[in-house]
DNA sequence: GATAGCAGTATCCCAAAGGATACTAGTATC
DNA sequence: GATACTAGTATCCTTTGGGATACTGCTATC
């Protein structure tokens, strides 16, 4: 497995790269980071309602959730000054930068899957030759 | 977000994309999975060098994760009637399927973290402004 | 004045990931 | 017969991610 474009593989560029992924990885990782993004892609939406529509997500995990990703810049927190206050979360411009990646992962995991299924199912009949 | 190509966005083909990140992330996450598939990038290794380069890895770990990879045919084990008897760990061509993910991953990675300086560099001037 | 809704916090708890250390079985060398 | 090398296992421990439950401060309504 080569990761990088160009012919070079020496020992810096290739732990550059493994940090920049696990950087990656470490943004979109977690139980509930991307269920928060999809949530807000059909659009913006304030505390109570991603609660509610995450199911099973407590506020606790879902404030800390929400923190990171603003960190990431990947959403946006407003504050509306009604009574009581509502927080509006949103996703950012910024947020779309993640496209590309998501669709490499889901492809990758769908074929993922199927290969896979189909070597179970290879070893599985493998298994009824030899019974015979 | 939308995190497909068509135009569709209805609950099922989201959650599908999800599951389908989910078991992306899931094998290729942890925090030996990439530096394993690393250093056999670099050619075929038995289980103590790789222990040897990986360096902090104990072997209970390292012998999960190798089992995890083979499972997932990212890599081969081989073992050789020496005496002792030694096993070589290889990558399988299907493991080089991961390279479009990874790639994206860490150019995703790389500018994600230049934007997160940026930004730093931009609210601390910001601070600095307002002190004056 | 009690209740209900808002956006969270605080505290305690559990399970899973990973680490430390010691150990196994087999054989060749000293 | 002790030592060292191979590829792992076994047992115990710590850290981390996340969950359960209760609570806060604020305000509008009943």
């Given at each position: 497995?080569?990761?990088?474009?160009?012919?070079?593989?020496?020992?810096?560029t290739?732990?550059?790269?493994a940090?920049?992924?696990?950087?990656?990885?470490?943004?979109?990782?977690?139980?509930?980071?991307?269920?928060?993004?999809?949530t807000?892609?059909s659009?913006p939406q304030?505390?109570?309602?991603?609660?509610?529509?995450?199911?099973?997500?407590?506020?606790?995990?879902?404030?800390?959730?929400?923190?990171?990703?603003?960190?990431?810049?990947?959403?946006?927190?407003?504050?509306?000054?009604?009574?009581?206050?509502?927080v509006?979360?949103?996703?950012t411009?910024?947020?779309?930068?993640?496209?590309?990646?998501?669709?490499?992962l889901?492809?990758?995991?769908f074929?993922?899957r199927?290969r896979?299924?189909?070597?179970?199912?290879?070893?599985?009949?493998?298994?009824?030759?030899?019974?015979?």
């Amino acid at each position: 497995m080569q990761i990088h474009t160009e012919g070079v593989h020496s020992k810096e560029t290739c732990s550059q790269a493994a940090s920049a992924i696990r950087d990656a990885l470490y943004v979109i990782g977690g139980k509930w980071k991307l269920p928060i993004l999809m949530t807000l892609a059909s659009g913006p939406q304030r505390f109570r309602e991603l609660q509610k529509m995450l199911e099973t997500i407590t506020p606790k995990v879902l404030s800390k959730e929400l923190k990171e990703l603003e960190l990431n810049e990947f959403i946006k927190r407003t504050v509306h000054p009604t009574t009581p206050v509502t927080v509006e979360y949103s996703l950012t411009h910024y947020s779309t930068s993640l496209q590309k990646v998501l669709i490499e992962l889901r492809d990758w995991g769908f074929a993922h899957r199927q290969r896979l299924r189909a070597s179970l199912r290879a070893s599985k009949s493998e298994q009824v030759l030899e019974e015979k």
